[in-house]
């Protein structure tokens, strides 16, 4: 099992995928949308974007607000999606969002 020190190594700028996600992200998203819906409890610049990693692989992400709703955007590498996706053991249906039944 991994510790967090290990995690955020994974998932921080001295990781190389990490870094190139986040930069593809800043690339084609105006990261500049906060969302203004929690605003008064962020006392950092660029909270509502971060790397994360789940089932399938790590991603970049972006919470952004746009007619009084939040949004989340994400960008993963597709190449290695698509592969993880198609592999075998992968059951789609309890690995992704699927599974969670939001309605």
Known sequence: M???KQIDGELGPDNAEARDLMNVLH???????????????IDEEFTNTGVGKDT?????????????KEYLVQVR??????QILKGP???K???TAESLRIH
């Not at 690339?27 to 409890?41: A, C, G, I, K, Y």
């Not at 590498?77 to 698509?82: E, G």
């Open 2 to 4: 991994k510790n967090s």
């Open 27 to 41: 690339s084609l998203v105006d990261t500049s949308q906060h969302s203004q819906l929690d605003l008064e409890d």
């Open 56 to 68: 399938i692989s790590k991603y970049s992400f972006a919470i952004l607000e746009a007619g009084g």
């Open 77 to 82: 590498d597709k190449k290695l999606y698509d």
């Open 89 to 91: 053991g992968f059951n």
């Open 93 to 95: 249906f309890s690995n």
